[in-house]
């Protein structure tokens, strides 16, 4: 998520140039390695920077640039595993996506970091501005919450002191099915539902990262021309995690809709109609269930999870490209 | 410096878009802080990103995001008087390169990091390829090397040991005067001599940064077109920093070209006949000079400094605006 942001973008910085009518529309993210394969990682990263301008509608990126910190506490051994390892995945990432990396910048730090900077130069129907929700659009979501507890939990098969306050609420196969199901997730590109948000006249949407659901939900109302509120009902969660996240004593916030979330779903503001045949299409193009999450109400452009929303349990994929 | 460079671009990368001919022109770069006073090294940090346009000729500027990371070991009041004064230096120097800085990320990291994105949208008269030296040109460089050196010595004055090895070559005052001339230079955007090498028809030209000018001036000669060489002649040298490089054991290998510049100047290939009316016109607009250091001979695309080079000691800046 890039911060702060300036100008009319809003995950995206969106700048008009000098040339007819086209406007720049970039973004940049770097953030720490939070799962354990180099690889995944990368790709990761990398999905997660996309993500910024599938949010605006944007479904092609000019170039990438990649950001990367190389630690100083790894050996030359460990860099040259791992190193090469992160920068393959991302341009592998990158490639999925139909862009090149073509530069950036490497340095030494003491913590490992990994990012980059996405770009494309747009014609004004090439991206959706994330303002023109309206009373009675819906609300969809296109991937699950709970990564960041996935995450977490996973890390702790390892710390018996962790382990110990979670493992009555879940087992070591759900735990390593959810960390899997995070993965396919968190590498999993926003690029169709981006194409699907011109398709289906999307009023604007958001990308779900670091603020979690909620905070990211509340930006979004916060940006719209009309006197718009957003109201969630339904939270679908990786299978599992609301329990864990209710054993550790609710330090995640993740019914709160707060818990951070890495190359979260977009969440879309769509026409009542156009709400189902969406999540049905993206569902068949990708193998993936999208759900429709909330309404836009009359309001103060504010954003509310309601007092007992409906947690939608999502199981483990249990087989490539099998839908679940 | 923007690395890896992959495309036809060379300090930045350089792509061409989808829309009528034009091409994307982008680089990135960060870094840890140098100098003292954190306003400056904002700016330093923007110009030294903005150089590596400036370095294809490219004049304006579209976009500029910024790249900071807060030490976790700064307490909270440092942080508040610290990185607001960086950002505003940072701020300022896009504002006096006429773009502004519209988004991009912060996170906390163990070393404070600070750096950026400069992103320009060309059309192909807008920017030269550093490709066309021809034999008889003429090398110019339009800032004094030894930044390092300068920036080094200055934080050898509280370090009494340090200090012991230099004291005999260098007074306080002059290691002061010192800093402050490489301050002046770090922070001047090299902008004036990219409009100025449309008006000399350049035939290409490279930022000395992290490599020193032997190793960019060898970066430039590789990636000619034409089998040429460059020469190096004249080294213009930060006053007494040659002397101090001396006097530390020659750690830099300042005189041997490799001494690592911040924000340095560029290194131009010019027509043989425009060398001179450029450096004296940038001296007119700038009020800071620019010296030919150089020639370009038929050769294996290498380039090197003849064995008793000269070197041209560079006073400091009396007055604001004064030649010296």
């Known amino acids: 998520m890039a911060v702060p942001r300036i100008g009319i973008g809003m995950d995206s910085s969106i700048t008009p140039l000098r040339h007819g009518g086209l406007s720049l529309v970039q973004t940049t993210d770097f953030f720490y390695p939070l799962v354990e394969d180099p690889y995944m990682q990368g790709k990761i990263a990398c999905a997660n920077v996309l993500s910024d301008l599938y949010s605006e509608g944007v479904t ?10 190389v630690s100083t506490k790894m050996t030359e051994k460990e860099r040259d ?5 992160m920068m393959r995945g991302f341009r592998d990432c990158a490639l999925e996506a139909g862009c090149d990396v073509t530069g950036g910048q490497t340095v030494l730090n003491p913590w490992c970091t990994i990012g ?3 770009t494309t130069v747009c014609q004004p129907n090439e991206f959706i501005l994330p303002e023109s929700a309206e009373v009675g659009d819906v609300l969809v979501l296109t991937k699950p919450l709970g990564t960041q507890v996935a995450v977490n939990a996973h ?15 879940v087992t070591e196969e759900l735990v390593l099915k959810g960390y899997e199901r995070a993965m396919d997730s968190m590498v999993r590109l926003n690029r169709t539902a981006a194409m699907l948000m011109h398709k289906y006249n ?27 509120s957003f109201v969630i009902h339904n939270l679908p ?18 019914l709160q809709g707060y818990s951070a979330e890495t190359s979260g779903g977009l969440l879309i503001c769509l026409p009542r109609d156009s709400a189902a045949p969406f999540c049905k299409e ?12 909330g309404i836009v109400e ?22 490539e490209g099998q839908l679940w």
């Open 202 to 228: 999307a009023h604007g949407a958001t990308d779900v990262t670091g603020f979690g659901v909620l905070g990211h939900a509340a930006n979004l109302a916060k940006n719209q021309k009309a006197e718009v």
């Open 155 to 169: 890390q702790w098969l390892d710390q018996p002191e962790r382990w110990e306050k979670i493992k009555h609420s």
């Open 282 to 293: 993206i569902e068949k193009l990708e193998g993936r269930a999208a759900w429709i999450v």
């Open 81 to 85: 595993v791992v190193i090469p390892l």
């Open 237 to 254: 969660v990786i299978a599992k995690m609301a329990s864990i996240a209710k054993a550790c004593g609710n330090i995640f916030k993740l």
């Open 298 to 319: 009359k309001g103060d452009r504010t954003a509310r999870i309601i007092e007992r929303p409906r947690v939608i349990e999502i199981p483990a994929i249990e087989k």
């Open 116 to 118: 980059g900077v996405a």
């Open 60 to 69: 092609e990126c000019d170039n990438m640039l990649m950001l990367l910190g």
